[in-house]
């Protein structure tokens, strides 16, 4: 496997992991989680714009910052 294929497989099952937990967090009336929700959403943002370009074009800066963004909790 490539390393740009491990990469996209990475940033995907985030992405899910994320989008799961603001489903789960929209669910919850408190004031809190809809902060919680609303931060994880920018953070999903911030993924696709890192993401405009394919997969295949990527350059390194930008799969720096998806490594980056990977360990950002």
Avoid: C, F, P, Y
């Avoid at 994880?40 to 911030?46: N, R």
Wanted: hydrophobic share 35%; glycine share 2%.
């Amino acid at each position: 496997m490539s390393q740009r294929a491990e990469l996209k497989d990475r940033v995907e099952a985030k992405k899910k992991m994320l989008e799961a937990k603001i489903h789960e967090l929209k669910a919850d009336a408190r004031s809190t989680s809809r902060e919680e929700s609303e931060k994880l959403q920018a953070k999903l943002d911030d993924l696709g714009e890192s993401l405009q370009q394919s997969w295949e074009d990527m350059s390194e800066a930008v799969a720096g910052k998806l490594n980056k963004w990977l360990k950002d909790d």
